[in-house]
């Protein structure tokens, strides 16, 4: 990504075509550069908060009520193996198949 002092950031065709490959998208000319322009704003605002002055600011804050309270940790409903397998692009048996990620297919590291 280019910078240049104060300017705003730009995000070049080929880091949208690098994130793309990474989240394993296919994007067509058209979307690499409409991406391009909404990433190029995302790092200029983020950049814009990274100059904020926060030296009087409170690290934690007071949180109000109820925000961040969860739930209990319960099971919920699911869905039968029948309907989750005719809901997949790929399955077997009651398995969705997905695609592997990592040479070997995981394990330990």
């Known amino acids: 990504m280019t910078e240049g002092g104060n300017a705003r950031k730009e995000v070049s065709a080929e880091d949208v075509r690098h994130v793309a490959r ?3 998208l296919r ?3 058209e979307e690499v550069g409409a991406y391009r322009e909404r ?5 200029g605002y983020v950049d814009r908060l990274r100059g904020l002055d926060l030296s009087g600011a409170d690290a934690m804050g007071e949180q109000p009520v109820g925000v961040g309270d969860l739930g209990a940790d319960a099971p919920g409903p699911t869905l ?6 005719a809901m997949a692009p790929d399955s077997y048996e009651d398995f969705v198949r997905v695609p592997r990620v ?3 297919g995981g394990g330990g590291a």
Request: glycine share 10%.
């Open 80 to 85: 039968s193996p029948g309907t989750l397998t």
């Open 22 to 24: 990474l989240a394993r």
């Open 27 to 29: 994007l067509s000319e």
């Open 102 to 104: 990592m040479d070997g």
């Open 39 to 43: 990433l190029s704003a995302i790092v």
